[in-house]
């Protein structure tokens, strides 16, 4: 596997389980801030490194009439304010080469979005800001191809990139994971499992997208067991009335439980490779 580094106090590509998680998009200030600080205490009490990731804005939804965020602005002074007052690094979206240095004021990771890992512009402007930088595989992209995003974001000199993988599409508004790019891509860059988008149905839903979130244990079960270096997941207290991605969300209470097996299962898997 290619090289490790540090997000704040987490330690990406180390052999220790991380957790990246919280809310699809920035619903309001409030919502963010109770989300952050419920997950950073299951994290904690769990011994599990976490980054909190919010979107600003979601620039691809399904209809023009869904709701996307707050916006660059506000969203990117909300994100910062759970930095300061949380201590946790921080992850969001970006869409545009413009938006990577105002959202880099105030977080720690720029993902770059699956429909959107092959935009040179976009990933040179996320690596020039010297932030860490998750590529999100796209879902049309075959995972030794996820080797010219990562290339894209090391020429500006950022060695700070990992991959996450989230599904590839499978006929019409399915995804399915072909667990072997977990192990294609750990040659490239460290590698994230997203258990949330993998049970994502696109496009599915009447203008939304719909879910199996009652895979997602599974899923995750099975990328740990694989070996990656961290798991994505969405997360809301109230998945039925979230509004982005509830489809597919886990539900807040269920995140403790679901740790909890994952990190057995590292643990377990970890002493089988030293037997």
């Known amino acids: 596997m290619s090289n490790s580094f540090e ?26 801030v109770k989300m952050a600080d419920a997950m950073q205490r ?11 990731k919010a979107s600003y804005d979601k620039a691809n939804r399904t209809s023009v009439k869904s709701f996307r965020g707050p916006g660059l602005k506000e969203g990117v002074r909300i994100l910062g304010k759970i930095a300061r007052d949380t201590g946790l690094p921080v992850l969001t979206d970006v869409h545009e080469p413009g938006h990577c240095e105002v959202a880099a004021e105030a977080v720690d990771v720029l993902q770059i979005p699956a429909f959107l890992c092959r935009q040179t512009d976009l990933l040179v402007a996320a690596g020039k800001t010297g932030r860490a930088v998750n590529i999100k595989k796209g879902q049309f992209v075959a995972p030794w191809d996820m080797s010219h995003p990562v290339e894209k974001v090391r020429s500006t000199g950022n060695e700070r990139v990992f991959l996450t993988e989230r599904g590839s599409s499978f006929g019409y508004n399915t995804l399915v994971v072909d667990f072997r790019s977990l192990s294609i891509m750990r040659d490239l860059a460290p590698v994230v499992f997203d258990g949330t ?25 099975a990328a740990v067991a694989a070996g990656v ?15 982005s991605d509830g489809a597919n969300a886990l539900d807040l209470k269920l995140l403790r439980p679901l740790l909890e097996t994952l990190l057995a299962i590292q643990e377990a898997t970890h002493r089988a490779t030293l037997a």
């Open 42 to 52: 299951t994290a904690s009490d769990l011994g599990i490194p976490f980054v909190f």
């Open 197 to 221: 988008h993998s049970v994502q149905q696109p496009s599915a839903a009447n203008g939304v997208s719909g879910g199996q979130p009652e895979f997602i244990p599974l899923l995750a079960r």
């Open 7 to 32: 997000i704040g106090p987490v330690q990406v590509g180390s052999g220790r389980l991380f957790l990246v998680a919280g809310p699809c998009v920035i619903e309001s200030e409030a919502h963010a």
């Open 229 to 243: 270096d961290g798991i994505f997941l969405e997360v809301h207290d109230d998945p039925a009335n979230a509004k």
